[in-house]
């Protein structure tokens, strides 16, 4: 019988590297890599103590506090050592010095524009290094990408490949395929969750579980920044269309590589699990992880490769429990990881 493998992979990992946007919404300091998921839910959700979000203290601070001038910006480097939420403040009313009166709304309006601003410099960024690396971009990626497909496989296993991008990027151009094992290729169904830097439409944003309510907030979510994309076809990737079956056949194996498995995509994770039927179903899970770069130590070191294995186990767990929150019956979710090690549905593999 034909197998199907869906592998969910980001193709290229990038820095976000000392990019203007991030000053919308956190102090730039000398570092090279900035969580801006994070950071946007910072500003634009209530934290747990069910305090305001900061985003919607700033009218305020503008509105009461910040007398009009034309030299904001000179008054942001001479306070450097302000809170965040002023700083932001007077950043905002210098782009609409006229403005006598300021709603949250406005504040949320302006953050938009700052992350548009942000993401469309992000794209410029990553078109400049593949047009500077293109060549050694794609002959990685592919080598990569078949690697990744092989490993697990029994042999003879004939598989059908679909990509669910959450990156910007892909290496694959029309009609190409990728090569594996006994001179078998495959033909990858690729979709760019998130846009492209092709034509500009890379998106940042936080989930949208629990943060769709409020007005302000909700614009800054995946789940409603995905609707001015072009609505990609996920379904093809979770159900697999196969030449010769009947059915919309459930993938044997889901891949991951180079996810940070992070609360901003949980939304992605809970819809693909259930997609599958997580519990019952037969779908392995493969979680595929590589010693990172040390940043405290030489350049170009990377972590021992335990404390990588343990930092993957670590994402595995908290994601699958998070998910396992979600279910209807709470001992299926206590149980879960636990039936999918027993099951042979769950490993962490280096690669």
Not at 199 to 224: L, P, Q, V
Not at 285 to 307: H, K, M, Q, S
């Amino acid at each position: 019988m034909d197998e199907v493998t869906t592998i969910s992979i980001p193709l290229l990992t990038t820095g976000l590297v000392k990019l203007y946007g991030t000053l919308s919404f956190k102090q730039i300091h000398k570092k090279t890599w900035y969580n801006i998921e994070a950071e946007i839910k910072k500003w634009m959700t209530v934290s747990e103590k069910s305090t305001p979000a900061p985003y919607s203290k700033v009218a305020d601070k503008i509105n009461t506090e910040i007398i009009p001038t034309d030299n904001y910006l000179p008054i942001i480097v001479r306070s450097s050592s302000s809170l965040p939420i002023t700083q932001v403040a007077y950043f905002l009313r210098s782009l609409l010095g006229d403005q006598r009166s300021w709603t949250p709304k406005d504040v949320s309006s302006l953050l938009m524009q700052e992350l548009h601003r942000f993401e469309s410099a992000f794209c410029q960024y990553l078109n400049y290094e593949m047009k500077n690396h293109e060549n050694y971009y794609k002959k990685s990626a592919k080598e990569l990408l078949s690697r990744i497909i092989q490993l697990g496989l029994p042999n003879n296993y004939k598989t059908e490949v679909s990509i669910l991008d959450f990156n910007f990027t892909d290496p694959l151009d029309e009609n190409d395929k990728i090569s594996i094992s006994n001179n078998i290729e495959v033909d990858p169904v690729v979709v760019n969750i998130h846009g492209s830097y092709k034509n500009s439409t890379a998106i940042f944003g936080i989930d949208g579980t629990d943060n769709m309510e409020e007005e302000n907030s909700r614009h800054f979510t995946k789940t409603y920044r995905l609707l001015s994309l072009s609505n990609p076809n996920i379904r093809s990737v979770i159900h697999a269309h196969h030449e010769n079956r009947n059915d919309n056949s459930l993938p044997d194996m889901i891949k991951f590589y180079g996810h940070s498995l992070s609360e901003a995509d949980c939304s992605y994770f809970q819809s693909i699990f259930d997609g599958i039927n997580l519990y019952e179903g037969n779908t392995r899970l493969i979680f595929f992880y590589r010693p990172r770069r040390d940043n405290t130590a030489v350049e170009g070191a990377r972590i021992p490769d335990n404390d990588a294995a343990n930092e993957m186990k670590d994402k595995v767990t908290k994601l699958l429990l998070t998910y396992g929150n979600t279910l209807t019956n709470k001992d299926h979710g206590k149980n879960l990881i636990h039936k999918l090690i027993l099951e042979g549905r769950l490993n962490v593999l280096p690669i």
